[in-house]
């Protein structure tokens, strides 16, 4: 992690100055406005016997455990988007996805206003059952299929807070997929 004080950057007639550079985002000055660089990340809706599959897991930043469709940050700059599903759902939920039969739904912005944060939103229909095992025992804590209806239930009652999980499910319902 590198804290700068002050480091310009001139760019035509937009000075730059970076305040925070981590290992996860970087934070800058840009004409005044205080702006979040995000790598982006992935997300995939899991769906099985007209069930949606969420795990719960804390968020130190709300200090509380979320509902969320599985989802991770693209790590390595040659990492895209579909091999960062890929192992983001076998490291939160323990299945092993077929590449082949993902499907892209579209990218989200999570927060426009600061960050240049993107999501690439997946959705994968599975065949069979499979066997809950998150790698993830220190994150994810639990893994779980609903049915439309409690997962509407969830929504109703304020339970499902997270802003790609319910954009998500609004593309696969756009798209006819659930």
């Given at each position: 992690?590198?804290i700068y004080?002050?480091?310009?950057?001139?760019?035509?007639r937009e000075v730059f100055?970076?305040?925070?550079?981590?290992?996860?985002l970087?934070?800058?000055?840009?004409?005044g406005y205080?702006l979040v660089?995000?790598?982006?990340a992935?997300?995939c809706i899991i769906?099985?016997?007209?069930k949606i599959?969420?795990v719960r897991?804390y968020?130190k930043?709300?200090?509380?455990y979320?509902w969320e469709?599985?989802?991770?940050k693209i790590?390595k700059?040659?990492e895209?988007?579909?091999?960062?599903?890929?192992?983001?759902?076998?490291?939160?939920?323990?299945?092993n996805?077929n590449e082949s039969?993902?499907i892209y739904?579209?990218?989200?912005?999570?927060t426009?206003?600061?960050?240049?944060?993107?999501?690439?939103?997946?959705?994968?229909?599975?065949?069979e059952?499979?066997d809950?095992?998150?790698q993830q025992?220190?994150?994810?804590s639990e893994?779980?299929?609903?049915?439309?209806s409690?997962?509407?239930d969830l929504?109703r009652?304020n339970?499902?807070?997270d802003?790609?999980?319910l954009?998500?499910?609004s593309m696969?319902?756009a798209?006819?997929?659930i």
């Amino acid at each position: 992690m590198k804290i700068y004080r002050k480091r310009d950057k001139f760019k035509k007639r937009e000075v730059f100055m970076y305040i925070f550079d981590g290992n996860l985002l970087k934070l800058k000055v840009e004409e005044g406005y205080e702006l979040v660089e995000h790598p982006g990340a992935s997300a995939c809706i899991i769906y099985f016997d007209n069930k949606i599959l969420l795990v719960r897991q804390y968020r130190k930043a709300l200090k509380e455990y979320t509902w969320e469709i599985p989802a991770g940050k693209i790590d390595k700059s040659d990492e895209n988007p579909k091999s960062t599903v890929l192992r983001e759902v076998f490291e939160e939920t323990g299945i092993n996805l077929n590449e082949s039969k993902l499907i892209y739904l579209g990218k989200i912005y999570t927060t426009p206003g600061f960050s240049n944060e993107i999501i690439h939103i997946f959705f994968y229909k599975l065949e069979e059952n499979q066997d809950l095992k998150p790698q993830q025992l220190d994150e994810i804590s639990e893994v779980k299929f609903f049915s439309k209806s409690e997962f509407f239930d969830l929504v109703r009652n304020n339970e499902i807070k997270d802003a790609k999980t319910l954009s998500s499910i609004s593309m696969a319902i756009a798209h006819n997929l659930i």
